[in-house]
């Protein structure tokens, strides 16, 4: 049985390329200066859509929609994966995590053949493991990758279940219809991981009843050990494994007491919802967007305008926001590099996930499954083939 779900696996997706495409400019993706979008997708419930600007000197957010054969997920074979990963300390984490999560994420559920929380965890863990592999090699010529690490936030749909992920401070919002009077109300799907909320301040210092100095403030900002904003993150080795706090890791980084537990933790917050047909849209999206709305300010730039262009018009708005906060016109923010860029605003990702109810509560053909895999500033489309696409195709 678990040979022919991995050849339905091969089949629906094709093999695995590493030919990543970049700044692609055609019909499945457009680049306008350092924002990346594609308009409109569709995926195996319904349509999607992406987009990401760039404010620092490499880009630190990676993001990616999977849609075909996940498993055999109950009745279903086919489900829908997105996931954003905000990276922080440079880019290498939130690209090891672009390139292998989903990738364990298939091996797992199609060795439980089923989707669920503890295959989505596995996930998560096989990925902080890879990395910390990289990290061992690197160390004696690169020990500053150390250092390196990303949020992670992942969605799910499959068999009409979706399964939200989150380690960090990214956040996944619900755009639901209130049957009663046609309001479309904002629901938060993700628990966040930042010091500064009062409750994962507590639950750090109950995991580390010994250490009063686990969260402090640091330019009346709320910090793990001084140093960093999240308590969640896949990398972050430096204050994971205390083999990797010490020279040559940069003295910023380094931690004065030492600790034989992690300070951080990889593991997701999950949140389960059976899908229903009130819901319409989840908006997935880096805390550089939430840094200037609100859910329901998301939700309603959503719910009130077309679908198509939908994750391009939230990440314009933000920056027409960040531009305001600097009392300066969108069109000069437009053109201020890379690099500079990040003095004015994050790397912001925005992934849009439409659901079309019927698609949800119906089972796919193996035949029809429209398999895509796009990922953010590039794109690779599967046919039901085993050859990618190419960008010039």
């Given at each position: 049985?678990?040979?022919?779900?991995?050849?339905?696996?091969?089949?629906?997706?094709?093999?695995?390329s590493?030919?990543?495409?970049?700044?692609?400019?055609?019909?499945r993706?457009?680049?306008?200066?350092?924002?990346?979008?594609?308009?409109?997708?569709?995926?195996?419930?319904?349509?999607?859509?992406?987009?990401?600007?760039?404010?620092?000197?490499?880009?630190?957010?990676?993001?990616?929609?999977?849609?075909?054969?996940?498993?055999?997920?109950?009745?279903?074979?086919?489900?829908?994966?997105?996931?954003?990963y905000?990276?922080?300390?440079?880019?290498?984490?939130?690209?090891?995590?672009?390139?292998?999560?989903?990738q364990?994420?298939?091996?797992?559920?199609?060795?439980?053949?089923?989707?669920?929380?503890?295959?989505?965890?596995?996930?998560?863990?096989?990925t902080?493991?890879?990395?910390?592999?990289?990290?061992?090699?690197?160390?004696?010529?690169?020990?500053?990758?150390?250092?390196?690490?990303?949020?992670?936030?992942?969605?799910?749909?499959?068999?009409?279940?979706?399964?939200?992920?989150?380690?960090?401070?990214?956040?996944?919002?619900?755009?639901?219809?209130?049957?009663?009077?046609?309001?479309?109300?904002?629901?938060q799907?993700?628990?966040?991981?930042?010091?500064?909320?009062?409750?994962?301040?507590?639950?750090?210092?109950?995991?580390?009843?010994?250490?009063?100095?686990?969260?402090?403030?640091k330019?009346?900002?709320?910090?793990?050990?001084?140093?960093?904003?999240?308590?969640?993150?896949?990398?972050?080795?430096?204050?994971?494994?205390?083999?990797?706090?010490?020279?040559?890791?940069?003295?910023?980084?380094r931690?004065?007491?030492?600790?034989?537990?992690p300070?951080?933790s990889?593991?997701?917050?999950?949140?389960?919802?059976?899908?229903?047909?009130?819901?319409?849209?989840?908006?997935?999206?880096?805390?550089?967007?939430?840094?200037?709305?609100?859910?329901?300010?998301?939700?309603?730039?959503?719910?009130?305008?077309?679908?198509?262009?939908?994750?391009?018009?939230l990440?314009?708005?933000?920056?027409?926001?960040?531009?305001?906060?600097?009392?300066?016109?969108?069109?000069?923010?437009?053109?201020?590099?890379?690099?500079?860029?990040?003095?004015?605003?994050?790397?912001?990702?925005?992934v849009?996930?439409?659901?079309?109810?019927?698609?949800?509560?119906?089972?796919?053909?193996a035949?029809?499954?429209?398999?895509?895999?796009?990922?953010?500033?590039?794109?690779?489309?599967?046919?039901?083939?085993?050859?990618?696409?190419?960008?010039?195709?």
């Open positions: 049985m678990l040979s022919g779900l991995m050849n339905l696996l091969k089949a629906c997706f094709g093999q695995r590493d030919r990543y495409v970049h700044n692609v400019s055609d019909s993706g457009h680049q306008e200066g350092l924002l990346w979008y594609k308009d409109t997708g569709q995926h195996a419930f319904g349509e999607f859509s992406m987009a990401v600007v760039q404010a620092n000197n490499l880009l630190e957010d990676q993001s990616q929609v999977e849609s075909g054969a996940l498993s055999s997920c109950g009745s279903s074979p086919f489900g829908t994966f997105v996931g954003v905000d990276g922080h300390g440079g880019p290498e984490t939130a690209r090891y995590i672009n390139d292998h999560l989903f364990h994420l298939k091996r797992f559920a199609s060795e439980q053949q089923s989707m669920s929380v503890e295959v989505i965890k596995k996930a998560f863990q096989a902080e493991d890879g990395f910390f592999s990289i990290v061992a090699k690197q160390w004696p010529v690169n020990p500053q990758i150390a250092a390196v690490g990303s949020c992670c936030l992942v969605g799910v749909v499959c068999n009409g279940i979706l399964y939200v992920a989150n380690a960090g401070d990214s956040r996944a919002v619900m755009g639901r219809v209130v049957k009663a009077t046609g309001e479309v109300l904002a629901i799907l993700s628990e966040e991981h930042n010091v500064s909320i009062e409750s994962v301040r507590q639950e750090l210092r109950s995991l580390h009843p010994d250490d009063p100095q686990i969260v402090v403030k330019h009346n900002v709320w910090r793990v050990k001084g140093i960093i904003q999240i308590s969640r993150s896949i990398g972050d080795v430096y204050l994971k494994k205390p083999e990797f706090n010490r020279e040559p890791l940069y003295a910023k980084f931690v004065r007491e030492p600790f034989s537990k300070l951080l990889s593991e997701p917050a999950v949140t389960v919802v059976k899908l229903q047909p009130e819901d319409r849209f989840i908006i997935f999206a880096s805390d550089g967007l939430w840094e200037h709305f609100t859910n329901q300010e998301a939700v309603d730039m959503v719910q009130k305008n077309p679908v198509n262009g939908s994750a391009k018009r990440v314009k708005a933000a920056l027409q926001e960040a531009a305001k906060k600097r009392e300066m016109r969108y069109s000069d923010l437009k053109k201020i590099d890379r690099g500079v860029r990040r003095h004015f605003h994050d790397d912001i990702t925005v849009v996930l439409f659901l079309d109810s019927n698609l949800v509560s119906r089972a796919t053909s035949l029809s499954c429209p398999t895509v895999s796009v990922k953010g500033a590039g794109v690779q489309l599967r046919p039901n083939s085993l050859a990618p696409v190419s960008a010039d195709s």
